[in-house]
């Protein structure tokens, strides 16, 4: 902490805005106390455990040093952690500058965030509760196409060059009711973006180091689970060779997922993209794409998108993803376990995968090379194991493959690329597909 740096208390249930806030007995009463101030290298954001913040958000333009991060956490004895529900408050406006790499993803747009890091560096935000629920906004259907985006916490990065020393730690985010549509809105549990300056070459290109997100419990949120780095600078990574240099320029540095757990997340679970050498381990994604089906996504419009996987990486280059586990995606045009999708050198090893209605794992198309899926486990992965999708050069290596009598090894109408195999087992299960 530094000399000028404070510690700021907040309770629902016992403060007031008219306190100081410097003290458990002279605690703020609302998030806008914190809203409304210039925050300091090292101060402290404590919200009381049992308190609930309804129809509240955190936004913070503000930023901590290396030395002196500025942390939101919690307080007291109470058995629950402190809660933002921001039932579709916190509106902001989202516009990357640019169209994505589709013209069928929407690219701006207003956007409710629980909790937003808005151009901020060196913040710790933890143990904290987060939803966004919009079935209170009058008007709006869960399918519409047109629907709100919502985030638990998103992360944007805009006019102050790299920001780094980003933490995310021990988060509960559940029930955030964003648009199944909009795949690179800030949309979802966790979602981290980089838009374009507004004068790039008197700040540098925005973009991430030092990335952080670990402990977190993810569970109903719409669309994605977690996903970090979509960026407006996503035509200088066009391809399949990735040059290292684009990425120390143009993408994003020494990111870590670890640990956390995505549950029915209505698109896809966890997603590095545009980051060089990202680690993805010891995550879990349980029945996640559970809203890419005609009853929910219904009213897509023009927008394109719908495929969903558990735990992949999107250009990202030499991706280490290992000791994770993925059960029950939902069928889908994808609806795999893991995806080596486009992106150079994705390296998966020691994952565990069982009965994901798309299969294990896709090698997708042809910007997806020098993929290695190598000492991993499939158990009763349906619909076709592998889909190597015209890839050019997928290496399988002392893998094992627990399959259902029936099942086929490649899926159907996903074949057509060049795999090789090296020590792989295939083990039939002894139980026919209809029992």
């Known amino acids: 902490m530094t000399s000028l740096s404070a510690t700021y208390y907040v309770s629902q249930r016992t403060g007031s805005d008219e306190n100081d806030g410097r003290t458990c007995s002279t605690a703020f009463a609302s998030l806008s106390a914190i809203n409304r101030r210039h925050l300091q290298p090292g101060d402290r954001i404590l919200l009381e455990r049992g308190s609930v913040f309804y129809g509240q958000y955190l936004h913070v333009t503000d930023s901590g040093t290396q030395e002196a991060p500025i942390v939101i956490g919690a307080y007291g004895t109470a058995d629950a952690p402190p809660r933002i529900d921001a039932c579709g408050q916190g509106i902001w406006y989202q516009d990357y500058g640019t169209p994505l790499d589709s013209p069928t993803h929407v690219y701006h747009g207003y956007v409710s965030s629980a909790v937003l890091l808005y151009d901020a560096e060196h913040i710790v935000v933890e143990d904290l509760e987060i939803t966004n629920e919009g079935s209170r906004i009058l008007g709006e259907r869960y399918s519409l196409g047109e629907k709100m985006n919502r985030t638990g916490v998103a992360v944007v990065a805009k006019d102050k060059g790299v920001r780094s020393g980003i933490t995310l730690r021990n988060l509960w985010i559940h029930d955030v009711h964003g648009n199944v549509y909009d795949k690179h809105m800030n949309n979802g549990g966790i979602y981290m973006t980089a838009l374009r300056p507004e004068c790039e070459e008197r700040t540098g290109v925005a973009r991430y180091r030092d990335i952080v997100i670990e402990g977190c419990f993810v569970h109903r949120v719409s669309r994605w689970g977690i996903a970090a780095g979509y960026t407006y600078a996503h035509d200088k990574f066009r391809g399949a060779e990735l040059k290292e240099a684009v990425f120390l320029n143009y993408g994003h540095e020494n990111m ?15 997603t590095p993209m545009y980051a060089l050498r990202p680690l993805v381990e010891h995550n879990m994604a349980d029945s996640v794409a559970c809203e890419i089906n005609d009853r929910i996504y219904c009213e897509p419009g023009d927008r394109m998108g719908k495929v969903a996987a558990g735990i992949w990486p999107w250009k990202c280059k030499d991706a280490l ?22 992106g150079d050198g994705t390296v998966y090893e020691s994952n565990y995968s069982r009965q994901n209605e798309g299969g294990c794992v896709m090698f997708c198309l042809q910007e997806a090379i020098h993929n290695t899926f190598r000492d991993n486990i499939s158990y009763d992965d349906l619909g076709g194991t592998i889909s190597p999708s015209e890839n050019p050069d997928a290496l399988l290596q002392d893998n094992v493959y627990y399959v259902r009598r029936g099942v ?17 087992r295939v083990v039939e299960l002894d139980f026919a597909p209809d029992k």
């Open 256 to 270: 870590q997922i670890r640990n956390n757990y995505v549950k029915e997340a209505g698109g896809d679970g966890i």
């Open 321 to 342: 993803f290992r000791y994770n586990e993925v059960t029950d995606t939902r069928l889908n045009q994808d609806g795999m376990a893991y995806d080596a999708d486009s």
């Open 408 to 424: 086929p090894f490649v899926r159907k109408n996903m074949d057509g690329g060049n795999f090789t195999q090296v020590n792989d």
